[in-house]
C-alpha cells in the first residue's frame, strides 16, 4: 500500500498552500477523514495533538516517494533533531476511513492556544477572517 497523508490545516486543497509548494500534482486526493485528536489555533495554521476530539481533514495518496521529504521540510521536522523540530510525522489510525495515514502532530506547547472546537480548520479559519473583516 502506498503512503496515505491525512492533511488538517493550512495544506487543505481550499488553501493555495499546496499550489504554492508546487505538490498538488504529488498528490492524489483520496477524500475527507477524520482523526482522533484536537486543533489549536497557533495563529495563521492549526496544530494537531491526538488524543480525545475529533479532526477533519482530507486523505491523500502520495503519487510521488519524495513528497514525503518535502512536506516535512515545510511542516519543519527534521527526523535528526526530534526535539527541535517544528511537527513530528506520525503513522496514526483513522477513526474513518479504515487504516493509517501519516499526520504531522505538532511538537510544542499548546498552553495559551485556543482549541478548534468544531476540529474543522478550514470553517474556523473562515470565522475568524470573516469576524476580522467585519471589525475593520
Do not use: H
Not at 488524543?51 to 527526523?79: C, K, N, P, S, T
Amino acid at each position: 500500500m502506498s503512503d496515505r497523508i491525512a492533511l488538517y490545516g493550512s495544506l487543505l486543497r481550499s488553501f493555495p498552500t499546496q499550489r504554492r509548494l508546487g505538490i498538488s500534482a504529488r498528490l492524489r486526493f483520496v477524500g475527507p477523514c477524520r482523526i482522533a485528536g484536537r486543533l489549536y489555533d497557533l495563529g495563521r495554521y492549526p496544530g494537531f495533538l491526538p488524543g480525545d476530539g475529533e479532526v477533519r481533514g482530507e486523505l491523500y495518496e502520495a503519487l510521488d516517494g519524495r513528497i514525503l521529504d518535502r512536506l516535512d521540510e515545510f511542516e519543519e521536522f527534521d527526523v535528526g533533531r526530534i526535539e527541535q523540530s517544528l511537527y513530528l510525522r506520525r503513522k496514526l489510525p483513522l477513526i474513518e476511513p479504515a487504516g493509517e495515514a501519516w499526520v504531522y502532530v505538532y511538537n510544542r506547547s499548546v498552553e495559551g492556544c485556543p482549541v478548534v472546537e468544531s476540529g474543522c480548520w478550514e470553517s474556523y479559519w473562515r470565522e475568524i477572517s470573516s469576524a476580522a473583516k467585519r471589525r475593520s
